[in-house]
T-cell receptor, first 115, second 118 residues
Framework: RKEVEQDPGPFNVPEGATVAFNCTYS??????FFWYRQDCRKEPKLLMS???SGNEDGRFTAQLNRASQYISLLIRDSKLSDSATYLC????????????????FGKGTKLSVKP | GAVVSQHPSWVICKSGTSVKIECRSL??????MFWYRQFPKQSLMLMAT?????????EQGVEKDKFLINHASLTLSTLTVTSAHPEDSSFYIC??????????????FGPGTRLTVT
């Protein structure tokens, strides 16, 4: 079983649609969780950290279910500029400590928003 | 804040030559930097973890004598691909983790270096 699994997509949606991405992780000791976006041939950019209580940043809402080892990202009122690959990322470390910070990346879910 | 730069952004070299890639955290100190590699349509794979002032820790399957890492200061890490071969052609991305503070566990990525070995 892969450490971080995502539906590869692509998700093709019209502008204004709501789209949800799901992700599962295999290691129950994982401590911190993130969504990154990666544009074609570019580096990943941190979109948001994911907290146990769920968190929202504008049109983006992230949820974490530790019992099910499941992470989600919801994008409301999608824009053309949201077109990218969304990476689910898990880290074994949380908080401030440790000398290692091994981010485990999913393969990403490709989103294409059409006019 | 949290800007990470990489240089060069792309490089073409001949088989057998060595290539050095620099990663700098521009507006924060990074005790730890990471080097990743991404092949087309694949996920990022961690190659090594670089800690300032100490030896890098390499992931299984990554040759430490081929991929030399130096982290001489809190803002600079370098990756040297020695005796490069065509199969080393890839997108190399560094990331840096802030030193301390509430965002200490977040990593910020450089823009990547696209290496093509002919």
């Amino acid at each position: 079983r892969k450490e971080v699994e995502q539906d590869p997509g692509p998700f093709n949606v019209p502008e204004g649609a709501t789209v949800a991405f799901n992700c599962t992780y295999s290691n129950s000791a994982s401590q911190s969780f993130f969504w990154y976006r990666q544009d074609c041939r570019k580096e990943p950019k941190l979109l948001m950290s994911v907290y146990s209580s769920g968190n929202e940043d504008g049109r983006f809402t992230a949820q974490l279910n530790r019992a099910s080892q499941y992470i989600s990202l919801l994008i409301r009122d999608s824009k053309l500029s949201d077109s990218a690959t969304y990476l689910c990322v898990v880290n074994m470390l949380g908080g401030y400590g440790g000398s290692q910070g091994n981010l485990i990346f999913g393969k990403g879910t490709k989103l294409s928003v059409k006019p | 804040g949290a800007v990470v730069s990489q240089h060069p952004s792309w490089v073409i070299c001949k088989s057998g030559t060595s290539v050095k890639i620099e990663c700098r955290s521009l507006d924060f100190q990074a005790t730890t930097m990471f080097w990743y590699r991404q092949f087309p349509k694949q996920s990022l794979m961690l190659m090594a973890t670089s800690n300032e002032g100490s030896k890098a820790t390499y992931e299984q399957g990554v040759e430490k004598d081929k991929f030399l890492i130096n982290h001489a200061s809190l803002t600079l890490s370098t990756l040297t691909v020695t005796s490069a071969h065509p199969e080393d052609s890839s997108f190399y991305i560094c990331s840096a983790r802030r030193r301390g503070g509430p965002l200490a566990y977040e990593q910020y990525f450089g823009p990547g270096t696209r290496l093509t070995v002919t």
